[in-house]
T-cell receptor, first 113, second 110 residues
Framework: GENVEQHPSTLSVQEGDSAVIKCTYS??????FPWYKQELGKRPQLIID?????GEKKDQRIAVTLNKTAKHFSLHITETQPEDSAVYFC????????????FGTGTSLTVIP | DAGVTQSPTHLIKTRGQHVTLRCSPI?????VSWYQQVLGQGPQFIFQ???????GRGNFPDRFSARQFPNYSSELNVNALLLGDSALYLC?????????FGPGTRLLVL
């Protein structure tokens, strides 16, 4: 999406290593940032989200950090497993809209056994 | 507990034809959003409907239209199909800001 930049576009890690995906957004009014995982031929599935009143959120091996001043947020996956291999998308809302999102261009993560 | 459903799953059309895609949201969800996902790219926002009213529209031509019914299901219509309309069309439903996607309709325009 034009207002969300995502890096890297591809990422290969050894099983057990960590993976980090970064996104930047432009609209300072944005206040909710979801991350989706999309396996080949399947729908995007929400894996974690963060609201602007917190700086970090964890769910088992997955964490998201948010820096509102710098307008960037990151996805961290620790102890990666082969089943983590997929395309990951970040998203940010279009201004103050409720359910309208700009998506990043995606990161194709490959976890090598 | 049914998730978001979409029909049909796959569709092949020729240039100039029109298409109607359907979406049923999660029970209790009043908001439905439509996205287009071209191969290798992230979803692009097309429309959002809430309580049967259009709440937002992305950068898509007037050939794209949608509506939401009293039971909160929704249709996306595309007229005068172009080759570039070939994509996965995703519907997402939400109660608050969290969106849950349906399996999508894969449209191929020949």
């Amino acid at each position: 999406g034009e207002n969300v930049e995502q890096h890297p576009s591809t990422l290969s890690v050894q099983e057990g290593d960590s993976a980090v995906i970064k996104c930047t957004y432009s609209d300072s009014a944005s206040n909710y940032f979801p991350w989706y995982k999309q396996e080949l031929g399947k729908r995007p599935q929400l894996i974690i989200d963060i609201r602007s009143n917190v700086g970090e959120k964890k769910d088992q091996r997955i964490a998201v950090t948010l820096n509102k001043t710098a307008k960037h947020f990151s996805l961290h996956i620790t102890e990666t497993q082969p089943e983590d291999s997929a395309v990951y998308f970040c998203a940010a809302p279009r201004g103050n809209t409720g359910n309208q999102f700009y998506f990043g261009t995606g990161t194709s993560l490959t976890v090598i056994p | 507990d049914a998730g978001v459903t979409q029909s049909p799953t796959h569709l092949i059309k020729t240039r100039g034809q029109h298409v109607t895609l359907r979406c049923s949201p999660i029970s209790g969800h009043k908001s439905v959003s439509w996205y287009q996902q071209v191969l290798g790219q992230g979803p692009q926002f097309i429309f959002q409907y809430y309580e049967k009213e259009e709440r937002g529209r992305g950068n898509f031509p007037d050939r794209f239209s949608a509506r939401q019914f009293p039971n909160y299901s929704s249709e996306l219509n595309v007229n005068a199909l172009l080759l570039g309309d070939s994509a996965l069309y995703l519907c997402a439903s939400s109660a608050q800001e969290t969106q849950y996607f349906g399996p999508g309709t894969r449209l191929l325009v020949l």
